[in-house]
């Protein structure tokens, strides 16, 4: 007989769902545990009004009492506290209110004691699908009652008509323009970050909004910005639920350590997958399926960034192709260390010179590094300095999240150079990958004190859904914090190459690391 083992099981980070019941199923609590469920995480349910419903529309709603909602809630704080809340229907006035004390003080205390920053989305659910109000008519929540609300939350969720009330606007939206202006004017009422919703259709896509207030782990390049999440339209009745299901799933990736870009990256793409197979299960609207983690690249969305206007208008470059696999990828600001690995056999090098302030010696030693290169039929990269690559015949240029966005890419492409870029998370590879790079570098995926880094160490987990993702599409490598000790580890995850910097460069002899490390990269199945 199997015996339990606790060890083994993969811990599943709580997310709380404060939301409406929805007896047939699609929506509401309902939607938001499956969907918490399905992408690994454990639902908690705080039900805030019992409805009475099926695929035709809401018959009927009884609210919860303050008194029970607050018993659900702080009993759940005691023994199952959330890594992540999810806010749907609140049914009348006197919950919204009683809510956004209770999250202003005893949450944000609880967070203070512990030092911990717990995410918050709300979906500001006023009316269902079908038109009509799923809040209390006896005591319906003021505008204020609203606004106060969202000020506790870390992301917003309206969709079209929803943000309208919340900005007291009653006029035409003709222009994309007006949407932005509309997000930035609440998300800097509010201070906290606004997503669109709904896919506002544009020539048979469908473009998500958010105006990106201030998220943790992310380039400061993505912060302040308006960034458009774009999918192909996906005309299907079975749709009930889908708001619902858009924030829970944001909500569990969150929970899942994953930050806030990349968890609407792969909510929209879990949308967009259970879109694509939902089911009919009455007269009317058929719901969402629920097909686990997402790992097909067309289900993820375009990233639009208006204030950069090559991803804006998507504009085709054509970067060399490495030639050969890179391998054991040495990246050293060393040009003994690069010449030395060149000498022991390695094809690819990077360098990547941070230290030197002199324009002079910066010049020199990447003019060196390119001879060497030619010397030793190398691919060289240099790292940052884009103009000196160009200048002085680079087999390649790479560049990070912040130095891509202000990059002439149009002149490395016409160079003829190959173009390799670094990403971390979701949201970066999804952009870098949009320009077609030569390679994709995926990281941090161990801590490392090599460079100070904005996002986290993404782990074999995260590493293996990227390699998953991305397969076949470009060569993907693998950098930050690998060693001989993980390296097998690291081989597993599918990554066909790996970027190694310490463990080369401050080795006692370079040249025999490299040796070693690509004779056991090669021997691992």
């Not at 570098?441 to 880094?453: Q, V």
Request: charged residues 10%.
């Amino acid at each position: 007989m199997a015996t339990f083992d606790a060890k083994s099981q993969a811990v599943r980070p709580i997310v709380w769902s404060i939301a409406a019941s929805d007896s047939g199923g699609g929506a509401g609590i309902q939607a938001d545990s499956l969907t918490i469920n399905d992408l690994g995480g454990h639902a908690c349910n705080i039900v805030t009004a019992i409805t009475a419903q099926n695929s035709l529309g809401v018959k009927d709603m009884v609210a919860t009492s303050v008194a029970i909602l607050a018993q659900q809630v702080n009993c759940l704080l005691e023994d199952m506290p959330p890594k992540a809340i999810k806010i749907g229907v609140l049914a009348n006035a006197q919950q919204v209110r009683w809510l956004s004390q209770w999250l202003s003080e005893t949450f944000a205390n609880y967070q203070q004691q512990l030092q911990v920053s717990i995410p918050i989305i709300w979906d500001p659910v006023m009316l269902a699908t079908t038109g009509q109000s799923l809040t209390d008519k006896d005591a319906p929540p003021l505008l204020a009652d609203y606004l106060h609300l969202a000020k506790q939350v870390s992301l917003l969720t309206p969709n079209a008509q929803e943000l309208r009330y919340l900005l007291n606007a009653d006029v035409a939206v003709e222009h994309t323009e007006q949407w932005w202006l509309w997000l930035e004017i609440l998300a800097h009422s509010i201070r906290s970050n606004v997503l669109l919703t709904g896919g506002g259709m544009q020539q048979g896509y469908a473009v998500d909004w958010m105006m990106v207030h201030d998220i943790a782990y992310s380039s400061e390049q993505h912060q302040h910005q308006i960034v458009g999440f774009k999918s192909a339209a996906i005309n299907t009745p079975h749709q009930h639920g889908t708001g619902c299901t858009f924030s829970s799933a944001i909500a569990t990736v969150l929970a899942l350590d994953y930050p806030m870009l990349d968890a609407v990256c792969v909510a929209k793409a879990y949308v967009n997958q259970g879109l694509l197979a939902g089911y009919k299960v009455g007269q009317g609207a058929g719901v969402l399926a629920r097909n686990g983690w997402p790992h097909t690249l067309s289900l993820f969305p375009t990233i639009t960034l208006p204030h950069v206007a090559l991803l804006h208008t998507h504009q085709p470059l054509d970067f060399a192709p490495v030639t050969t696999p890179l391998n054991i990828y040495p990246v050293t600001e060393s040009l003994g260390v690069l010449k030395q690995v060149l000498e022991a056999g390695a094809r690819t090098v990077q360098l990547r010179v941070k230290s030197t302030t002199n324009q002079w010696e910066l010049e020199q030693q990447i003019k060196e590094a390119v001879a060497l290169g030619t010397q030793f039929q190398a691919q060289v990269f240099i790292n940052d300095h884009w103009q000196l690559a160009v200048k002085y015949g680079a087999f390649g240029v790479h560049l990070g999240q912040e130095d891509l966005l202000q990059a002439d890419l149009t002149c490395i492409a016409n160079a003829g150079l190959a173009l390799g870029l670094s990403s971390h998370g979701y949201f970066e590879l999804l952009i870098a990958q949009q320009l077609h790079p030569s390679y994709l570098a995926l990281g941090h995926i161990f801590a490392t004190p090599t460079k100070t880094m904005p996002s986290q160490a993404q782990g074999l987990i995260k590493l293996k859904r990227y390699c998953q993702l991305l397969s076949g599409k470009l060569p993907l490598v693998a950098i930050g914090g690998i060693n001989a000790d993980n390296l097998a580890q690291v081989k597993r995850t599918g990554i066909g190459d790996v970027a190694i910097v310490r463990a080369i460069e401050q080795a006692p002899c370079p040249a025999s690391s490299w040796q070693y490390l690509q004779q056991q990269w090669e021997m691992q199945a």
